[in-house]
């Protein structure tokens, strides 16, 4: 069964919440809307004033409840202009972003930075003391930082998600093979070592409360944990990254480590930033095989879009050439995967249609 909400009925829900009619509209040039911290006001813009094909919505919708979607929204400059629920799920319902919650890493790592607690050049063993892999330690301390935000960590990427020292084995030297690996989870350890403090409760002061969202990290095995939240919270952060890292005028993240993260951070896989996977490249590599892949990841969607890619379909999409941020959870659309899938061309297909 479906729970639909249809952006008119949303505007006029939220109509009450705006100091007048015009408030709810998206006009070009506009700018940026940010949803009020603590409370469940969100600005909304009727679909009809964005030049869209409004008779493309039912089909997207469509696809979407059948590919056992439980929540899909689309910001354009920060206000919803849909806000759709499937299958039981609910605005209040909670959902795993499993990888796309990478990107929350990522984020975190240059607020550290930032403030000085780390250095992403650094090696890992500086924070970490050597022995946190099995590797010999002149190969161990080739790994810095960025090296795990990059996928370039040379370690084996076949052992699995354990990053127990024992499982985290020496392939390659550091900067020389893209492996998507959950060793990344490493700059978690690296970031309560350098600030003392848990990771958790620095990413809810320095993240999380700063832009209101909600949720939680929970524990999934193997030392990992997966973050579970709203879709809207979901949507703030994808906000937040829309805007270059800042909340209103506030700057959670500098621009100068922002732009390194959405963009390609080394020279084996154009696709990949900072645990963001970038559209528009010539070349992509996937997970699990080592193999180049010509042409972009996502044919069907804007060049200029990078993402925050998660198992099973978990998506952020950000977009801003649009000023769009679009978030897809749910089920895996067919097949289990790792992040990447077909299901994001056939999805991109279906949202070209309705917004162009």
Known sequence: MKTKVLPILLCTLFLCCSKSDDSTVNIPGEAMYFPPIGTSEWET????????????IQPLLNFLEEKNSR????????RIVMEEYFNGHTASTPWYWASAGKTLTATVSGIA???GFININNKVSDYLGTGWTSAP???????TCKHLLSMTSGLNDAQGDDVSAANLQYTADAGTRWAYHNVYVKMQDVIAQATNQSWEAYFNAKLKNKIGMTGAW??????????WSTTRSMARFGLMILNKGKWENQEILNEEYFTDMVNTSQNINEAYGYLWWLNGKNSYHMPTVQATFE?????TGPDDMFMALGKNDQKIYVIPSRKM?????????D???FALSGFDEDLWEKISVLIN
Not at 45 to 56: A, E, M, R, V
Not at 137 to 143: G, R, S, Y
Not at 295 to 299: D, S, Y
């Open 71 to 78: 929540a899909f929204m689309i910001l354009v400059n920060g």
């Open 45 to 56: 813009t009727d679909i009809n004033t964005l030049n869209w094909n409004p008779d493309q």
């Open 113 to 115: 930075e930032q403030e």
């Open 335 to 337: 097949d289990v995967n």
């Open 295 to 299: 042409g972009e990841l996502i044919p």
């Open 137 to 143: 330690t002149a190969k161990e301390n080739l790994i």
């Open 325 to 333: 941020v679009i978030i897809r959870m749910g089920e895996a659309a």
């Open 218 to 227: 929970l524990e999934s095995g193997e030392d990992l944990s997966v973050y």
